[in-house]
C-alpha cells in the first residue's frame, strides 16, 4: 500500500480532537482497520470518510460503539435493499 494512501492514528487523533481509544474500539469492532507498519499504525485515507461519520454518531448522538455498529449494519442492509429494488424496478420496466 503507498504511503500517500494512509494516515497516522495519531495524527488523525491530533487532528479530529479525538481519543486514540476511540479508534482502537472501532478496530476490534471491524468498523475500521487499523494498519500496522513496524511501530506506527495507520488508517486508509478511504476509511476516513467512515470514521468521520463514526465520530459524529458517537459525538452528536452519544452512541457507543456498540450502537455504532448496529447503526452501520442497518445503514449498509438499507443500501443493500435500496439496490435490489432499483434492481427489481429494471425488470419490472421490461414488461410495461
Same mark, same amino acid.
Given at each position: 500500500?503507498?504511503?500517500?494512501? #494512509?494516515? %497516522? *492514528?495519531?495524527? *488523525?487523533?491530533?487532528?479530529?480532537? /479525538?481519543?486514540?481509544?476511540?479508534?482502537?474500539?472501532?478496530?476490534?469492532?471491524?468498523?475500521?482497520?487499523?494498519? !500496522?507498519?513496524?511501530?506506527?499504525?495507520?488508517?486508509?485515507? =478511504?476509511?476516513?470518510? #467512515?470514521?468521520?461519520?463514526? +465520530?459524529r454518531? !458517537? =459525538?452528536?448522538? !452519544?452512541?457507543?460503539?456498540?450502537?455504532?455498529?448496529?447503526?452501520?449494519?442497518?445503514l =449498509? %442492509? /438499507? /443500501?443493500? +435493499? =435500496?439496490?435490489?429494488?432499483?434492481?427489481? #424496478?429494471? #425488470?419490472? %420496466?421490461?414488461?410495461?
Amino acid at each position: 500500500m503507498e504511503e500517500e494512501n #494512509r494516515i %497516522k *492514528v495519531e495524527n *488523525v487523533c491530533m487532528f479530529y480532537e /479525538i481519543d486514540p481509544a476511540f479508534i482502537y474500539t472501532l478496530d476490534e469492532s471491524g468498523l475500521i482497520e487499523i494498519i !500496522h507498519i513496524a511501530d506506527d499504525e495507520f488508517i486508509t485515507v =478511504q476509511a476516513l470518510n #467512515r470514521l468521520e461519520k463514526f +465520530m459524529r454518531l !458517537h =459525538q452528536d448522538l !452519544h452512541i457507543n460503539a456498540g450502537g455504532i455498529e448496529a447503526v452501520d449494519y442497518l445503514l =449498509q %442492509k /438499507i /443500501i443493500m +435493499m =435500496q439496490k435490489e429494488i432499483t434492481g427489481l #424496478r429494471n #425488470r419490472l %420496466k421490461i414488461y410495461e
